[in-house]
């Protein structure tokens, strides 16, 4: 890989992730949607949701998100690799950190929390997408006492 491609795949992952986070804080499903593969896994368990497909947790989260007045994910420390050519095509490793403050409805105080996402990408058609998501939820301040797939 010549460093010029290595670098407009870098550029093109990282715009990835900042669309994730913008469908996420803005609602926008759809978008969010745009970010994975049609059979994407996603889990967020360490969260307390549990795994689910992609379509699964949008649904998940289209409920989930409605009552909550904001969200403002912000994803920094992003590390690219693993970047290899095989049968399943073109894929590459994600980790990045996220600090995430939230107002969730019924509390005084913003919550916050903060971990790493775990992505594992390929390159499609449409541009790199995420087939595999993990959450890795290291803290969380003024957490719910929320069931089981809520926030």
């Keep these: 890989m010549t460093t010029a491609a290595r670098l407009t795949d870098e550029m093109e992952i990282r715009a990835l992730l900042s669309r994730y986070a913008r469908g996420v804080d803005t609602k926008d499903w759809e978008l969010y949607r ?3 593969t049609e059979d994407a896994v996603i889990d967020y ?3 307390g949701i549990p795994p689910g497909s992609r379509d699964e947790i949008v649904e998940l989260f289209r409920a989930a998100f409605e009552p909550i007045p904001w969200t403002m994910h912000y994803i920094t420390n ?9 049968a399943d095509g073109e894929t590459a490793t994600v980790r990045a950190m996220f600090y995430n403050p939230m107002q969730l409805p019924g509390m005084a105080e913003q919550s916050t929390c903060g971990g790493y996402y775990h992505h594992d990408l ?5 541009g790199w997408r995420s087939r595999h ?3 890795d939820n290291v803290w969380f301040v ?8 809520q926030l």
């Design 34 to 36: 745009s970010v994975f």
């Design 142 to 149: 003024n957490r719910p006492g929320a069931a089981v797939g």
């Design 122 to 126: 390929v390159r499609t058609p449409e």
């Design 78 to 86: 992003v590390e690219i690799t693993d970047f290899s050519a095989g």
């Design 133 to 135: 998501l993990r959450e």
């Design 45 to 47: 368990s360490s969260a």
